[in-house]
């Protein structure tokens, strides 16, 4: 606003002021300095400042507003002021309100205009003159609340401490010249002397709000808790926190927060505290903290907020659950041993609910009785359909006698796949109880043997005619020989009782201690013979079967020579392919470059279609041409020293803009100066091919990390995604000759056309350094991990 308000003086101080009034002025600074001591809460101090600041300046309203973390300027003591209008000005927002009060709190004032003072305050002695002087535009800018109240004399003092204004005081009178000068000079000591009271009752208010948080952080419990303010500082702590980080109190509260959590767990942390900060919701996750030693704890967190006096505040509980999870990780990897183990052994687990006569089937079962899981386990009447009718009413009297005596019984059957064949299985039924002893359901293993009975059969079938066998046949004891067929002594030159041939000495010792059948070949008199050796149940010798395999080698030998010349056919159909592709590569570039502009663009489609294709077909001869030469048993790598540390950083790189592009990051952890013996381009090929899938197989956002190990004579590279993973089936395939596995219709593929080879080729590569290469995933969606292996200097 604009107007020539001059400056109200003491001289134009009316309203019943004798000429003496202002004499005892020297006073008012220890008056209220009185006052600000003397009270130790807030309510009490600005209601004691109001009423002497009304009787020193005899206006009829006076009050005091502070500013709150809100921004909002409420009255917090007043008098004078009617009920309406505390009602329509308390409210007021420095956010989104536009008055004189609002300007004076915010320091938007102007020493220059005639109502503001060098300190910031306002004053205007004649409000509804001065009005008159401003135009209509001008005056819809702020509210004018006071001169439509009545209010003549207004003046607004700054209360501020440090350039930092906590509020202001408010003085009124329905009369002219109630505001002068001198008394605006002096409020606005009074107004200093306020603010040093009120930053001191908020300190001791502060103290007390301690001491509250204190009483609830000790009520929590043995949990860690750590009391944060809006700016996500560490404010406060309980003793557990400081034994489970180990720390001192005051050593973590000058610690941030990111400080003491792991960094994999630092945005998500920082993103769940700004999520519940917005919505208030208690909200609880599982995130990694670091002790003072940097030891990973896993906590269990909840939040709730807490306010205290006007000010918010953010309580993180914290539950050690370290011990849980490791707990649950035993647990997950011991069902995993426990289904790789009934894979191998080919054991299901079964249940029978008596109540609702559900049957359940582990996986494993699901694959003996050759079901499709995705049709769930059988009905009791389906399962009827696997059994003959003698079976069926030899299953249901042992399951009667289970359910209402608890037998438990062990037993053999066979059964009869929808497929037709016939399996033998071996099955061990019991029954389960509850609290009350009643018996609820049965439960047992299953296992596939018809392996062992086809051997067992065989035995049989030999040791009924053992002399006529024309194979060697022998029965050995941990001793010696006790039996041998005519074919065996023949052939050996071995008797009964004679000590085990030395060819077999070591087949029989791991016979006995792992009872598991073995198997070796041996030639002897021209001709190559395998021999088996099986392990007897519930007997203290072994069985050894010789068969002649001479004729099998030579297939076999055969067979390699055959590949040897696939392989060499695929090299030279490689080249033949080359040189006509080369020609229509050429040629169909050539075009695309001349004549782009001066063709349809259908036919320029076209050429780059058989452009493309080129690149590609020249993609699949350079693989055939690679495993073709990789396959040569003359095949030596040319190698030399050069640092890995390096080759891998420049493998990353090349990769990073791809990366980039199909939004994926990569990590790497690569120990520095790791001096190899190796043919560089072979192994830059093997870190390529596997980063290149790591990419390709991995989701938008996904995260791949490269990483090396020191192992006595070996250093491991690794490189792990957390991309779609793959099942145990995709894991036979992976490695093999053209074991190419299709991710279609999964939004994953880059365009890179692959054969199958790539892997092949690399696992090709490692092994010909004398390195290994394998591969480990948890299963589908859950990521994987590529390993390889590489000799380090000696």
């Known amino acids: 606003m604009k107007g020539n308000n001059s400056r109200t003086t003491s001289k134009d101080y009316e309203k019943g002021q004798n000429d003496n009034y202002f004499e005892n002025f020297i006073n008012i600074p220890y008056l209220f300095l009185k006052i600000a001591n003397r009270f130790s809460e807030m309510n009490p101090l600005l209601e004691e400042f109001v009423l002497e600041i009304k009787k020193l300046t005899k206006c009829d309203s006076v009050g005091i507003r502070i500013l709150d973390t809100e921004g909002s300027i409420p009255y917090e003591a007043y008098q004078g002021f009617s009920d309406e209008f505390y009602q329509s000005e308390s409210p007021l927002s420095i956010k989104s309100d536009k008055c004189m009060c609002i300007n004076v709190i915010k320091g938007d004032t102007d020493s220059e205009l005639p109502f503001y003072t060098k300190r910031g305050s306002f004053f205007m002695n004649t409000t509804t003159k001065f009005l008159a002087t401003v135009s209509e535009e001008e005056k819809g800018e702020t509210r004018n609340i006071c001169n439509l109240s009545g209010y003549e004399s207004v003046a607004l003092i700054a209360i501020s401490l440090e350039n930092r204004i906590l509020g202001l005081i408010h003085l009124a009178d329905h009369h002219e010249n109630m505001v002068p000068l001198e008394i605006v000079e002096i409020l606005e000591n009074v107004a200093m002397q306020l603010a040093t009271a009120i930053q001191r009752v908020w300190i001791q208010q502060e103290l007390k709000d301690s001491e509250e948080r204190f009483r609830q952080l000790f009520n929590t419990g043995f949990d860690a808790v750590i009391i944060l303010n809006e700016d996500k500082k560490i404010i406060d702590v309980n003793e557990t926190t400081s034994k489970l980080l180990n720390y001192d109190k005051e050593e973590i509260l000058n610690l941030s927060l990111k400080d003491i959590i792991h960094e994999k767990d630092r945005t998500k942390m920082d993103e769940i505290i700004d999520n519940f900060k917005k919505n208030h919701l208690d909200f609880k996750s599982e995130t990694t903290f670091l002790t003072n030693e940097r030891k990973s704890i896993i906590m269990e967190a909840g939040f709730t907020p807490l306010k205290i006096k006007n000010r918010n505040f953010i309580v993180g509980?914290?539950?050690?659950?370290?011990?849980?999870?490791?707990?649950?990780?035993?647990?997950?990897?011991?069902?995993?041993?426990?289904?790789?183990?009934?894979?191998?052994?080919?054991?299901?687990?079964?249940?029978?609910?008596?109540?609702?006569?559900?049957?359940?089937?582990?996986?494993?079962?699901?694959?003996?009785?050759?079901?499709?899981?995705?049709?769930?386990?059988?009905?009791?009447?389906?399962?009827?359909?696997?059994?003959?009718?003698?079976?069926?009413?030899?299953?249901?009297?042992?399951?009667?006698?289970?359910?209402?005596?608890?037998?438990?019984?062990?037993?053999?059957?066979?059964?009869?796949?929808?497929?037709?064949?016939?399996?033998?299985?071996?099955?061990?039924?019991?029954?389960?109880?509850?609290?009350?002893?009643?018996?609820?359901?049965?439960?047992?293993?299953?296992?596939?043997?018809?392996?062992?009975?086809?051997?067992?059969?065989?035995?049989?079938?030999?040791?009924?005619?053992?002399?006529?066998?024309?194979?060697?046949?022998?029965?050995?004891?941990?001793?010696?020989?006790?039996?041998?067929?005519?074919?065996?002594?023949?052939?050996?030159?071995?008797?009964?009782?004679?000590?085990?041939?030395?060819?077999?000495?070591?087949?029989?010792?791991?016979?006995?201690?792992?009872?598991?059948?073995?198997?070796?070949?041996?030639?002897?008199?021209?001709?190559?013979?395998?021999?088996?050796?099986?392990?007897?149940?519930?007997?203290?010798?072994?069985?050894?079967?010789?068969?002649?395999?001479?004729?099998?080698?030579?297939?076999?030998?055969?067979?390699?020579?055959?590949?040897?010349?696939?392989?060499?056919?695929?090299?030279?159909?490689?080249?033949?392919?080359?040189?006509?592709?080369?020609?229509?590569?050429?040629?169909?570039?050539?075009?695309?470059?001349?004549?782009?502009?001066?063709?349809?663009?259908?036919?320029?489609?076209?050429?780059?279609?058989?452009?493309?294709?080129?690149?590609?077909?020249?993609?699949?001869?350079?693989?055939?041409?690679?495993?073709?030469?990789l396959e040569s048993p003359e095949l030596k790598p040319k190698v030399k020293k050069e640092d890995l540390s390096f080759l891998i950083k420049f493998c990353v790189h090349e990769l990073e803009s791809l990366a980039e592009t199909r939004k994926k990051s990569i990590k790497i952890d690569v120990l520095n100066d790791l001096y190899v013996n190796i043919e560089k381009e072979e192994i830059h090929d093997v870190l390529s091919n596997l980063l290149t899938n790591a990419i390709k197989y991995t989701p938008p956002m996904g995260k791949i990390e490269v990483k090396t190990e020191l192992e006595e004579e070996f250093v491991v590279v690794s490189i792990s995604d957390n991309g779609i993973g793959f099942t145990e089936k995709q894991k036979t395939k992976i490695f093999q000759q053209f074991g190419k596995i299709e991710r279609y219709g999964q939004g994953l593929d880059l365009g890179i056309g692959g054969t199958g080879l790539g892997l092949y080729i690399s696992k090709k590569i490692v092994e010909s350094h004398g390195g290994k290469i394998w591969m480990e995933s948890e299963g589908k969606n859950r990521g994987s991990t590529f390993y390889f292996t590489l000799p380090t200097l000696k």
């Open 317 to 629: 509980s914290f539950r050690d659950i370290t011990e849980r999870k490791e707990s649950e990780k035993a647990l997950i990897e011991s069902e995993r041993r426990l289904k790789e183990a009934q894979a191998l052994g080919k054991i299901g687990y079964w249940e029978f609910d008596i109540t609702n006569q559900h049957i359940t089937w582990s996986d494993q079962v699901f694959e003996i009785y050759n079901r499709d899981p995705s049709l769930g386990p059988p009905s009791v009447d389906e399962e009827a359909n696997y059994y003959t009718p003698n079976t069926n009413e030899r299953l249901k009297e042992y399951a009667r006698r289970a359910i209402e005596f608890g037998e438990q019984f062990d037993y053999d059957f066979q059964v009869n796949l929808p497929s037709g064949m016939v399996v033998q299985l071996t099955s061990l039924m019991r029954s389960i109880k509850n609290k009350s002893g009643q018996i609820i359901k049965l439960v047992g293993t299953v296992q596939d043997i018809t392996e062992r009975k086809e051997k067992e059969k065989e035995i049989f079938d030999l040791a009924q005619f053992p002399s006529e066998d024309p194979y060697p046949i022998l029965r050995v004891n941990r001793k010696g020989v006790i039996y041998i067929n005519d074919a065996g002594q023949k052939l050996l030159n071995v008797v009964e009782s004679d000590q085990i041939p030395e060819i077999f000495q070591e087949s029989v010792k791991n016979t006995f201690e792992s009872n598991q059948i073995s198997e070796s070949e041996v030639e002897l008199e021209n001709k190559v013979y395998s021999f088996i050796t099986t392990p007897i149940k519930d007997a203290d010798y072994v069985n050894i079967y010789g068969m002649d395999i001479t004729e099998r080698k030579h297939v076999e030998e055969n067979l390699k020579e055959i590949n040897k010349l696939k392989s060499e056919f695929l090299r030279r159909a490689s080249h033949e392919l080359k040189t006509p592709l080369i020609s229509i590569k050429g040629f169909s570039d050539l075009i695309l470059s001349l004549y782009t502009n001066q063709l349809d663009p259908v036919i320029i489609s076209k050429v780059r279609e058989i452009s493309d294709g080129c690149e590609r077909l020249q993609n699949i001869i350079n693989n055939l041409l690679e495993t073709s030469r």
